[in-house]
């Protein structure tokens, strides 16, 4: 119950919402009865009224008649005004104690009940109904003119008779109808919580989970319209779980291929402290050196690779000439120490991408093009205007890749056999899942012409046209 | 002892090899699986270092050929995943035992020396005939009580004779043990050696015989 205390719960929103829906309705169900009620008793105790003037009528009708036929056999005084027997009087009043009734012949009081309130004759007596204000107590008043006979009925009734009915009858709506409010909203609490506590158990399923738990919950299991918030935490989940996959397996192998130069530069360490030879000494150091920059190279690769699968995909415009040129730039130095020839052909236009992801492309195609090149070799970056984008080649005249080997090069951290030039094996892979990022992917061929190398390529969408 | 040396790493395989080298042992390396079952083919090893991840394939498929082939050399596993899993693969696959990269030398060199003593039924690094003894661990040889300075050359003829000790070995075996390579041995080195041996530890101590070779007699 203090969750419903609190402004925020969702039970506690619903719950006075529709307490205030429910009180209302049952003010206004009462309201409606009450009236309708009131009406009815109105309406019945109005005939009831109009019953007994048409009573006393008809039993002052049967006097006069009665009278008409003695006066005929004369036995009784003649003149005595139309009036209703001892017995029938009483008749009425025991019929209706708390009625009145006065019978007016000509502006004169022939005929009254006992008690009541004392009433003036009406001078231009009509049918129907009057309210009289009388010894503290409000009387309602049926006025039965019978103008053939010069005779006015009046039959009168203190409106608290029917007062006490209604009250009875209020008493009778209000009890049960106050009784109901409280019963409903502790039921309505009892279904609410019903309800909410398969949400509850739903919250209690994701909370209880633990960092690792990935598994996806039965979305048959649970209710239909918590099916769609079920199913895209599934979804959620196995994406989770794949990224979690992913990194955990790239950690691993990452751990796994960092031991291979950490064991080469223990063991050079190693060497190194059995060497009494000084030139063997520096030839040790010097490889000790190229363990750790290999070790170094490694884990810089792996960190440009751990980032680029964080990014996401860019939808940008990137300028691929310009990106061409400076990747040309930055390999420069290098090609240059290892006597390796640079060119760049043919031109293309902007495509799609983002200029990271292109930038590391081109870089890595490039390094393993200068590494793999013979020295006095050229490796030339060619650009193709496609319909549908632009294709970027890096053509090298190193030794290409065999066939055999080729699906192996893109896995991480492969290193070709034969020939072997510096590198962790990460470059390719890195160009992959950075061209991956750009929505393309690289393609590698050795060389159609006489001439041995490896052609990669990498084909870009176009820019999208840029919508006004 | 000869030794092959399977390893894909350049750089791990370069100083592997230097490792062994000072711990006494000729080495043949072999950076591929297929150059790996060429070499176990062509040529009897006192052991064989295989790493697990080679380029064209894994070593314990190189290592399942060579039990296939009824190949008993003891094989050390040289495996970059600490994992359990991976080796307990690899010891059912039939490797003797394993280092887990980064490996200490020193350690690699005991666990070679103890899979060879093993594969040989010795009960220890010494090897002893007569009042000879070649401490195989120590690199140390002594006649009595005096140690005996023997150069390189002289210790792996004389090891190579005491291990098998009362049968005669060749000098093309010999001279197997002593290199690499065999088209770099001088053509007389064994006879110098020997000499030097029988110098340094009695006449009587190396037997030899035309057309069977050197023979160190129980």
């Not at chain 1, 048959?220 to 996959?245: C, G, I, K, T, Y």
């Not at chain 1, 796994?256 to 063997?280: C, F, M």
């Not at chain 2, 006192?46 to 314990?60: E, V």
């Not at chain 2, 023997?150 to 009362?166: D, I, M, Q």
């Amino acid at each position: 119950m203090a969750l419903v205390l609190q402004r925020k719960t969702l039970a506690g929103r619903l719950f006075r919402r529709m307490s205030v829906l429910l009180t209302g309705v049952v003010i206004v169900v009462g309201a409606v009865a009450f009236w309708a009620s009131k009406r009815q008793v109105d309406e019945f105790y109005d005939t009831e009224l109009i019953a007994t003037a048409t009573l006393i009528e008809a039993l002052m009708r049967e006097e006069a008649q009665e009278r008409e036929l003695a006066r005929d056999s004369g036995s009784t005084s003649v003149g005595e005004p139309a009036s209703m027997s001892e017995e029938d009087q009483e008749a009425v009043s025991a019929y209706a104690r708390w009625r009145v009734f006065h019978v007016w012949r000509e502006g004169r009081e022939v005929l009254a009940s006992p008690a009541g309130p004392a009433l003036v004759p009406p001078e231009a007596p009509v049918e129907g109904f009057d309210e009289l204000e009388q010894t503290g107590a409000t009387w309602r008043i049926y006025t039965l003119p019978l103008p053939q006979e010069g005779i006015v009925i009046q039959v009168g009734e203190s409106l608290d008779v029917r007062g006490a009915l209604i009250d009875r009858i209020a008493l009778a709506l209000v009890i049960p109808l106050t009784l109901l409010v409280p019963a409903s909203l502790a039921l309505m609490w009892l279904t609410l919580s019903d309800g909410l506590a398969t949400l509850r158990r739903l919250v209690a399923e994701f909370g209880g989970r633990g960092v690792r738990d990935l598994a996806p919950l039965d979305a048959a299991a649970w209710p239909a319209d918590l099916r769609p918030l079920v199913e895209s935490m599934n979804r959620l989940f196995e994406r989770l779980a794949a990224s979690v996959e992913q990194e955990h397996r790239f950690v691993e192998h990452a751990a796994h291929q960092l031991r291979t130069p950490l064991a080469a530069v223990r063991l050079q360490a190693q060497l190194i402290a059995r060497e009494e030879e000084p030139a063997e000494r520096a030839v040790l150091a010097a490889s000790l050196r190229a363990g750790v920059d290999r070790a170094t190279q490694l884990i810089e690769q792996l960190l440009t690779l751990a980032r680029l699968d964080a990014t996401a995909q860019a939808d940008g415009v990137v300028d691929v000439h310009g990106a061409a040129v400076a990747a040309l730039a930055d390999i420069a130095p290098i090609a240059a120490l290892r006597d390796v020839r640079l060119a760049l052909e043919g031109r293309c236009g902007p495509a799609r991408g983002a200029p990271t992801p292109l930038k590391l492309v081109l870089a890595n195609l490039l390094e393993n093009a200068v590494n793999h090149a013979p020295a006095g070799s050229e490796v030339r970056v060619e650009l193709c205007d496609l319909p549908d984008g632009c294709l970027v080649t890096v053509v090298d005249q190193g030794p290409g890749i065999p066939d055999a080997d080729r699906r192996f090069v893109f896995e991480r951290f492969y290193r070709g056999g034969g020939e072997r030039g510096p590198g962790s094996g990460l470059g390719l892979a890195i160009a992959r899942e950075a061209s991956r990022l750009l929505g393309a992917s690289v393609v590698l061929d050795n060389r159609k012409d006489a001439a041995s190398g490896l052609r990669a390529s990498v084909r870009l969408g176009a820019a999208a046209i840029q919508q006004a | 002892m000869r030794l092959l040396l399977v390893e894909d790493d350049p750089m791990l395989g370069a100083a592997i090899e230097r490792g062994l080298r000072i711990g006494g042992y000729t080495i043949d390396w072999a950076e591929t699986g297929e150059a790996a079952r060429a070499a176990a083919r062509a040529q009897a090893y006192d052991a064989i270092l295989l790493d697990i991840g080679l380029p064209d394939g894994s070593g314990i498929d190189v290592l399942r050929d060579l039990r296939a082939a009824r190949d008993l050399t003891p094989v050390i596993i040289i495996t970059a995943s600490g994992r359990l899993d991976r080796k307990v693969e690899g010891l059912d696959a039939g490797a003797d035992d394993y280092v887990v990269k980064p490996f200490d030398l020193d350690e690699l060199l005991a666990r070679i020396r103890a899979n060879i003593r093993r594969h040989e039924f010795r009960p220890s690094d010494l090897l002893s005939v007569g009042e000879v003894t070649l401490d195989l661990s120590a690199r140390l040889v002594r006649k009595g009580d005096e140690q005996t300075n023997v150069t390189a050359k002289e210790f792996r003829v004389l090891s190579a004779l005491l291990r098998r000790a009362g049968q005669f070995i060749s000098k093309g075996e010999l001279e197997s043990a002593l290199y690499d390579d065999a088209s770099d041995v001088e053509s007389n080195t064994i006879e110098v050696t020997i000499y030097a041996l029988r110098k340094k530890l009695g006449a009587g101590f190396i037997v030899t015989a035309r057309g069977l070779g050197y023979m160190v007699p129980k």
